[in-house]
């Protein structure tokens, strides 16, 4: 699966970005799909996913303030984060898993998302 990843951009803290994931299968056919995120000197680090049975996990650092959704007709995996914070400042990252077993795993490509205080 090809996952192409689209949002970022800068903003001030407080300030809103929606980021979009859009990937070449339907979803139905991706068990978990999720947002990573790797600051300088840094390593990636879970933000959210998204699981195929409806459910959500979220680190954290983000819960109350993001939130991850599925969107079956245009096939992505958005995720809305509010009120962002300067340590929100980093390289966000799509990831499917499981799409054609439960061991496999794709990435987008990385979207930078800049948070000034």
């Known amino acids: 699966v090809q996952l192409q990843a689209s949002g970022g951009g800068s903003v001030q803290a407080g300030g809103s970005l929606r980021l979009s994931c859009a990937a070449s299968r339907p979803l139905f056919r991706i068990t978990t799909l999720g947002w990573y995120r790797q600051a300088p000197g840094k390593e990636r680090e879970l933000v959210a996913v998204?699981?195929?049975?409806?459910?959500?996990n979220y680190a954290d650092s983000v819960k109350g303030r993001f939130t991850i959704s599925r969107d079956s007709a245009r096939k992505t995996v958005d995720l809305q984060m509010d009120s962002l914070k300067p340590e929100d400042t980093g390289v966000y990252y799509c990831?499917?898993?499981?799409?054609?077993?439960?061991?496999?795993?794709?990435w987008g490509q990385g979207t930078q998302v800049t948070v000034s205080s």
């Open positions: 990831k499917a898993n499981g799409v054609n077993s439960l061991r496999d795993y794709y």
């Open positions: 998204s699981n195929r049975d409806g459910t959500t």
